[in-house]
């Protein structure tokens, strides 16, 4: 899910990230965030989210993303 047009997040749709990663989490999907800027990723870490789906970095972009799915699926 890339952030990147998300500047502010308030605490319902931190809470509904959560259900959604939580959500396809039981059917074995894993939720990954990209480019979120420092006040979505500071909010989604107070909720829990990092320790949910892993690191929440403003470093990676949805390329990169693809780029390691595609490598660990053995889709490259």
Do not use: C, H
Not at 16 to 42: N, W, Y
Request: proline share 3%.
């Amino acid at each position: 899910l890339d952030l990147s047009a998300s500047p502010y997040v308030d605490v319902a749709g931190s809470k509904m990230l959560l259900d959604v990663a939580e959500q396809l989490g039981k059917k074995g999907i894993q939720l990954k965030l990209t480019d979120a800027l420092s006040g979505v990723r500071e909010l989604l870490r107070k909720q829990g989210m990092e320790n949910l789906i892993g690191p929440i970095s403003r470093k990676s972009n949805l390329f990169e993303l693809v780029e390691t799915y595609k490598k660990e699926s053995g889709l490259l």
